[in-house]
């Protein structure tokens, strides 16, 4: 069992998938803040099933992808393939992938949140 204080998201894992993406022009909204929130339920729900806690791994996928703060993400590159191919792969991603830093991950997970 692992060590529930451990936060399982590594900064490759979260730069594999695009997160840490360079500053991009765009108007921040409702949807890009949502689209963030949700990136990082995903991920802290598929760690919580491995044993990892849900509060950590939460406030580090929003560090990383946000700065902190999903209000920072100002666009989406593909919002349509991020909620439908992205999320729901990220929701089942296995324990041994979370673990991975550098699974093998779709397109529709790379690059998508914007700041």
């Known amino acids: ?41 995903a991920l802290a729900t598929s760690g919580e099933r491995c044993g990892f806690d849900y509060e950590t791994n939460f406030d580090e996928a929003v560090n990383s992808a946000a700065g902190g ?3 920072n993400i100002e666009s989406v590159r593909d919002l349509d393939a991020f909620e439908s191919v992205c999320l729901p792969y990220l929701r089942q991603l296995t324990c041994t992938e979370l673990i991975n830093s550098s699974p093998n991950l779709p397109d529709a997970c ?5 700041r």
Do not use: Y
Not at 12 to 41: H, I, M, R, W, Y
């Open 110 to 114: 790379l690059d998508q949140l914007r």
């Open 1 to 41: 069992m692992a060590d529930p204080s451990f936060a399982l998201l590594s900064t490759k894992l979260l730069a594999a998938l695009g997160v840490l993406a360079a500053l991009t022009a765009g108007c921040g909204g409702s949807e890009p803040e949502q689209a963030c929130l949700d990136f990082a339920d």
């Open 69 to 71: 703060d999903c209000e």
